[in-house]
Structure formats: structure tokens, C-alpha cells
């Protein structure tokens, strides 16, 4: 009972105390949200003076819109009056009353000094009456008609002038583009330019672009020049002309201070390039056989050259990243995100090809100008890329492989294991037991040696592939120089077997029997060696 006695009584003090802090805000917080908000009078484009607190039941929006019509009411020959100063209190507030003659035209009172300037209420009276006497002897100066005159003639010299700059331009940017689409044009017809047509095209914007920029400096100083001769707007551009200095400032100072981060970046970047050229040149010489490394072949030198430039630039880039000037930047780190981001969404596809080329340089499954057989499509390989492999076909199409595609199927490479030797192309043919196979043997080789395209040396053999029930089955092989003339060679090939078997009168059709002969079908010794075969070998002895 006696310690809930005491939980009791604390609590009840703490009710009682966040009453009393929550009762002594009340005042505060009260004055805050009574506080109006501050309005600031202006004068043809002149800031005069803010006002901030209320004066006599008016809010500082009514304040300033009745000095604002107290002041255009001027007569104009109280214009150029100097402005006198009263002070005033008024019951416990202190002012400044600012008045030409009997004309008055605004109070100033203790409660619009900002508390953060630190100025007193004489000091803030002093300065808004120079500008706003400033100001009146701006509109005083502007209704003289030789002002008025002056200015106007001075508009339209520099409007001319304007437009005259703005042919010049548009007249250079046409004679430069002219030159550039005359060099292009010249370029591309010696075949030193293969992209001259993307070349125009930027060429054609960077000079719209620089045309652009050039009529925007000259349209900005044009209306710099023409408020400025006025009086009414020489605050309005007296204002461009300082934002177009606090801009040209901005940058000039920001390239000072960003000169010794930038010449570190651009130091780590020249080195970084040094490194990769002596790699290059690393690469270059174990490409040429100038330098033996363990596990790095001639067919993987180039793949692993970029991967490893990549990596070395990388690095470079990911040093010299800090040292570039707004690199820490809001900007920088939102493009660093959305890149980010577009390259988890689309790079499942793109690392599945990319592996994949890589698993086929490093596999060396084949390379530019293998012959090869990939399912369905037989040609060279005339390009092995980081997402696809193209091969032309024997009709001279350019067919364009995935490959992910590649790595799932097989691939036959005719003249991986060729060498000097050419690429291996052969045929088959099945000929009856009653043929002797030494003839058989020699009209294949003598048709193989008089086909156009086919080597002589290395010397086209015949292997017998199978033994059938009613014929042997025999193939021929032969070398050739050009793969993709396989169609037109073979079928010259086939040709010449025809001549070469109706020559002899060898049967090429295969014999298939449905009832067995009376004789046995074989051949007889003394035709063992038919021609055109020649009786290299003695033949066996008689049983």
C-alpha cells in the first residue's frame, strides 16, 4: 500500500509539472501562430523594405499595398525631394516615419528589424529611405522625354546589332557544316570513313547545338543592354547582368578549386592507360608466339586481353571516381542508382550470353575461319562475339548464332585438327561383293584426283566403313582448301565417280537378293587386281 501510495503522488507530480511547461508555451505558441507573415514592398522592380510586424491593427500586406499607392500618388515634382525622417512612439512601440513634406509614405517600427541582422531601427530607416529614394529618382529621371529618346534609339542600335550577330552566326555554322559534309563526304569515298553517315548526323547537331548556345548568349545580352538603358528597369538589368557574372563566377572559382582533384584524376587515368598499354603489348607478343605463358593459348589471347583491360580500367575509373568534381553530388549518386537499377533488370539475359562467349573462347571450340557444323547450319565462322557467333553457310548467308545456343549443342569443327593438310571432306558408296575392293579403292582415289578443288597432296585414301549383307560399304576421303566450295567440289566429286565406275563398268546400284543366287557371289583371283588398280600386293596363295 505504501509504494502505491508513492506511485500515486509521482504521478500526479508529473501530470502537474507537464501542465505547468505545457501552460507556460501556451504564450509562445500562441504569438507564433498570431504572427502574420512579412510582405515587402516594391518599387519598379526595387525591393524597398520588408515589413514584418503590424502597425496600428494593419497587417504588413496592408502595409505595403498603402505605401505602395501612397508613393505612386507623388506628384513629380516631389520626386527628386529628399526624404525626411520622424521618429515617433506610439504607445510603447518606436518608429520611424518616412515623409516628403507632408507626403507620408511609410513607417518603419521596431518590429520589422529582422532579429538575425543585428541593425538598429535608425540604421534600417536610413537604408530603406536611400532606396526607395533611389527608386523615385528613377521614375522621376524616366518621364524626361531625352531620357525616354535616348533609350529608345539606344534599343534599336543594339536590336540591329543583335540581328546582324544573329545571321553571322547562323551563316558561319552553315559554311563550317558545309566543309565538315565536304571532308565526310571526301573520307567516305576513299573508304577511310565507314560511319560517315552517323558522323553528318552528329556533326549536325553539335552545330545546331553550339548555334543555339550562341543565339541564347547574344539574346540575353540583348535584353541585358536594353533594360539597363532605361531607368525604370536598370534594377531589372542590373540583376541579369549580376546573375550572368555570379553564374560566370560560380564556374570560374569552381574550376579553381577543382583543379588539383581534377589533374589527380586525370594522372590516375594516364597511368592507368600506361598499364594497359604494357599489357597490351604483353598480350601482343603471346598472341605472335613471342612469349610462352602456361594455360594461355593464341585462341584466348584476345579474349582475355579485354577482360583484363577491363579490369585494369575499371580500377582506374573506380580510384579516380572520388577525385571528379561534384562526384558526391545529389546528381551523381541518382545517376549511379538508375543505372544501377536499368542494369539489374536487363542484365539476365546479356551475362547469360556473355558467359556463354566466354565459355566458347575459353573451350576454344572454334574460332574465325573454322569450318563447322552446329546443328543444322555447316559454314566458316566469321566472327566470334561477346553475345553471338556468325557463321556463312555454303550459300552465302550470314547466320547469326546466340551463344547460349552454341554451348547447348554440339559443335563440329572440320579443321581444327587440319592444319596444313585442309579441311577433310568425304563421301560414301556402296558397291556388291563381285566388285574386287582394290578396284573399287583406285576408281575412288583417280576420281578424288581429277576433282578441281580437292589436294592431290596429302593423297585422298578409301576406308571400307561396314560390311553388309549384300554390299561393302566404302568412303572416300579427300582434303580441300576451300570449305565453303564444299557443295560445288563434292558434286564434282560425284561426277567424276560416275565416270570413273561407267568407265570400267562397275555398278554403283547395290545389290539387294530376295532368293539366293545359284553361284556364289564373289570375285575371282585373276580379277582381283581389275583396272585401274595396280598389283602393288601379291595375292595369297591358293587354297
Known amino acids: 500500500m505504501i509504494l502505491t501510495a508513492l506511485s500515486s503522488r509521482s504521478s500526479k507530480a508529473l501530470l502537474w509539472l507537464a501542465s505547468c511547461l505545457f501552460l507556460g508555451m501556451l504564450p509562445a505558441l500562441a504569438a507564433d501562430a498570431a504572427k502574420p507573415p512579412e510582405a515587402t514592398l516594391r518599387y519598379h522592380f526595387r525591393p ?32 527628386t525631394q529628399a526624404i525626411e525622417q520622424t521618429p515617433f512612439i506610439v504607445g510603447t512601440t518606436r518608429g520611424i ?14 518590429g520589422d528589424l529582422d532579429p538575425e541582422e543585428k541593425a538598429s531601427l535608425e540604421e534600417v530607416a536610413q537604408r530603406a529611405a536611400s532606396v526607395l529614394s533611389a527608386a523615385l529618382h528613377a521614375a522621376a529621371e524616366q518621364r524626361r522625354p531625352i531620357v525616354l529618346v535616348t533609350g529608345i534609339g539606344l534599343s534599336v542600335l ?14 558561319a555554322t552553315a559554311l563550317m557544316v558545309h566543309h565538315l559534309e565536304e571532308v565526310i563526304a571526301a573520307e567516305r569515298n576513299v573508304g577511310r570513313l565507314g560511319w560517315a553517315r552517323h558522323w553528318w548526323l552528329l556533326v549536325q547537331r553539335i552545330a ?12 540575353y545580352l540583348w535584353l541585358t543592354y536594353v533594360l539597363a538603358r532605361f531607368p525604370l528597369t536598370e534594377a531589372l538589368g542590373e540583376r541579369l547582368t549580376d546573375f550572368l557574372f555570379g553564374v560566370l563566377y560560380m564556374i570560374g572559382t569552381g574550376l579553381i578549386e577543382a583543379m588539383p582533384a581534377l589533374s589527380t584524376a586525370l594522372i590516375i587515368l594516364f597511368l592507368t592507360k600506361a ?26 589471347v584476345t579474349a582475355t586481353h579485354r577482360i583484363v583491360s577491363i579490369l585494369v580500367w575499371g580500377l582506374g575509373f573506380a580510384i579516380a571516381y572520388p577525385f571528379i568534381p561534384m562526384s558526391d553530388s545529389d546528381a551523381f549518386k541518382g545517376l549511379s542508382v538508375m543505372f544501377g537499377f536499368m542494369l539489374t533488370l536487363g542484365s539476365a539475359g546479356i551475362v547469360n550470353q556473355l558467359m556463354s562467349g566466354l ?16 546443328g543444322q547450319n555447316v559454314g566458316v565462322v566469321s566472327e566470334v562475339g561477346a553475345l553471338s557467333t556468325k557463321v556463312i553457310n555454303m550459300r552465302n548467308e550470314e547466320v547469326t548464332i546466340p551463344n547460349a545456343v552454341l554451348v547447348g549443342n554440339p559443335i563440329k569443327n572440320y579443321s ?16 556388291g561383293y563381285d566388285t574386287p575392293w582394290r578396284q573399287v579403292h583406285a576408281m575412288l582415289i583417280a576420281a578424288a584426283e581429277q576433282t578441281p578443288g580437292l589436294r592431290v597432296t596429302p593423297k585422298p585414301f578409301v576406308f571400307q566403313r561396314s560390311l553388309g549383307d549384300w554390299y561393302v560399304e566404302y568412303e572416300l576421303f579427300a582434303y580441300m582448301d576451300q570449305p565453303l566450295e564444299r557443295v560445288p567440289v563434292l558434286s564434282a566429286l560425284h561426277a567424276n565417280i560416275q565416270d570413273q565406275f561407267n568407265t570400267y563398268g562397275v555398278q554403283i546400284m547395290s545389290p539387294h537378293f530376295v532368293v539366293q543366287p545359284s553361284n556364289n557371289v564373289v570375285v575371282p583371283r585373276e580379277q582381283w587386281y581389275a583396272a585401274p588398280a595396280e598389283p602393288d600386293v601379291p595375292p595369297p596363295p591358293s587354297p
Open 416 to 431: 581444327r585438327l587440319a592444319g596444313a593438310r585442309g579441311t577433310l571432306v568425304s563421301t560414301k558408296v556402296t558397291i
Open 208 to 219: 545546331q547545338l553550339v548555334m543555339g548556345f550562341l543565339w541564347l548568349t547574344v539574346a
Open 359 to 374: 565459355v566458347l573462347v575459353y573451350s576454344r571450340a572454334l574460332s574465325v575461319g573454322d569450318f563447322v557444323d552446329i
Open 158 to 171: 543594339a536590336t540591329m546589332i543583335a540581328l546582324t550577330l544573329f545571321w553571322l552566326i547562323r551563316r
Open 97 to 110: 516615419g518616412l515623409h516628403i513634406g507632408e507626403f507620408v509614405l511609410f513607417n518603419v517600427v521596431e
Open 48 to 79: 524597398i523594405f520588408t515589413f514584418r510586424a503590424s502597425f496600428i491593427g494593419a497587417s504588413p500586406e496592408h502595409r505595403v499595398r498603402r505605401a505602395w499607392e501612397r508613393i505612386d500618388s507623388l506628384p513629380s515634382d516631389r520626386m
Open 275 to 300: 598499364f594497359n598499354d604494357a599489357l597490351g603489348n604483353f598480350f601482343r607478343a603471346a598472341k605472335e608466339g613471342r612469349v610462352q605463358v602456361p594455360g594461355l593459348h593464341p585462341e584466348t
